[in-house]
């Protein structure tokens, strides 16, 4: 079948994209789903720092390739061998499909399963090989979705079948910024009814970060941002306390107001100078979480000897740490009770031609989550 999709063929352009326009509108051929593959329609596709990152080239990926991981949409049509879906189901794509078979599978951290990220690595499907095609151009896939496209055939590891009466725009979101940002709190960190919290970086992962934090019971969420509309946004979500982290300063200015820092901080913005914040900010005795993708050959350097003198705690969190089958839907439940302000981090609609003027308004940080409509 013949559908429109968003293709990135070289990565590094320059900003503003609006005016060098990495990514271009195609009419691709996407092949029907074979053994263990479901086709669904595209119903919403929000942009992530994920794929912004393969656009500037700090996340190098196979090219060319139909970017898009972030999704919901409705299912077509199911290859053989696919039991637990049909059509009609409302879906929401994950990034990291678990094959069940390797270790990280087996031990129960789908997260890290070798064989998703040997296939996300290499533009594949779980299941082997490429299903989009420009005439005889294979054209790879983004972490096995490819979600700015009208349509999509995905492994059926990488979809969670979810109620049909959450709208697609929110559901779009619990695919990556939800399950990434609240499960590094409530699985990563395991954080208790009282304890402190900061999140440094206020984009989707971070924004649910914090109000994974308050579900939770954190008795203080402090959320920095150097960007002040975000600091904004972060107060009407919950945060106690709010600070611009470009600010000289600030690590002083919050560690006397916190009484020497936090119990949990979550850096969440993939740069090296908040994660400098991050780990300073952090209490004696604290633990420190990242959720963020640098660029491979950025370092993080610390004091070594702080990790035993302050018995500090540094861990990384991929995914938040979930497992999509069990937290997707527990996540949206929580969203339906009212108690995740999911739908607030949306703060506006596109359609895929207007794809590349988004991604400058994510890549300025005037913008926390925006949905691509098709």
Excluded at 330 to 352: A, M, N, Y
């Amino acid at each position: 079948m013949k559908m429109k999709s968003a293709v990135l063929r070289e990565s590094g352009a320059p900003s503003p994209y609006e005016q060098s326009r990495p990514l271009t509108i195609e009419t691709l051929e996407l092949d029907p789903p074979q053994q263990g593959e479901v086709l669904i329609q595209i119903k919403a596709a929000s942009l992530c720092h994920s794929d912004l990152s393969v656009i500037n080239g700090s996340r190098p990926r196979p090219l060319p390739m139909a970017l898009g991981h972030e999704a919901s949409g409705v299912v077509v049509e199911t290859g053989k061998g696919v039991n637990d879906f049909e059509p009609g189901d409302h879906v929401v794509c994950v990034f990291i499909p678990s094959c069940g078979q390797c270790l990280p599978c087996k031990e129960g951290r789908p997260a890290l399963c070798e064989n998703g990220a040997k296939s996300n690595n290499e533009g594949t499907l779980l299941t082997g090989g490429k299903r989009i095609h420009a005439e005889d151009e294979l054209i790879h896939h983004h972490l096995g979705i490819s979600a700015f496209s009208e349509y999509a055939v995905v492994a059926e590891q990488s979809l969670v079948k979810v109620d049909k009466d959450i709208p697609f725009e929110q559901a779009a979101l619990f695919g990556c910024a939800v399950i990434t940002g609240v499960g590094a709190v409530v699985n990563t960190a395991g954080i208790n009814m009282g304890e402190t919290v900061a999140i440094v970086g206020l984009g989707g992962v971070g924004l649910s970060a914090l109000i994974g934090a308050r579900a939770s019971g954190a008795g203080k969420v402090v959320a920095l941002d150097i960007n002040d509309k975000k600091l904004a946004l972060a107060q009407e979500l919950g945060a106690t306390e709010t600070f611009n982290s470009a600010k000289e300063g600030v690590v002083e200015q919050i560690r006397e107001a916190t009484d020497g820092g936090l119990d949990y901080v979550f850096e969440t913005a993939g740069a090296v100078p908040a994660m400098e914040v991050a780990y300073k900010i952090t209490k004696r005795g604290g633990t420190t979480v990242t959720t963020g993708l640098p660029h491979p050959e950025h370092h993080f350097s610390f004091p070594y000897v702080s990790l035993t003198a302050e018995e500090k705690t540094l861990k990384g969190s991929y995914v938040g740490s979930c497992i999509p089958d069990r937290d997707v839907p527990r996540f949206i439940d929580l969203f339906k009770q009212e108690r995740l302000q999911v739908d607030q981090l949306v703060t506006e609609s596109h359609s895929v031609e207007e794809i590349n003027k988004g991604f400058d308004k994510l890549a300025t940080g005037e913008s926390s989550r925006i949905i691509i409509t098709f």
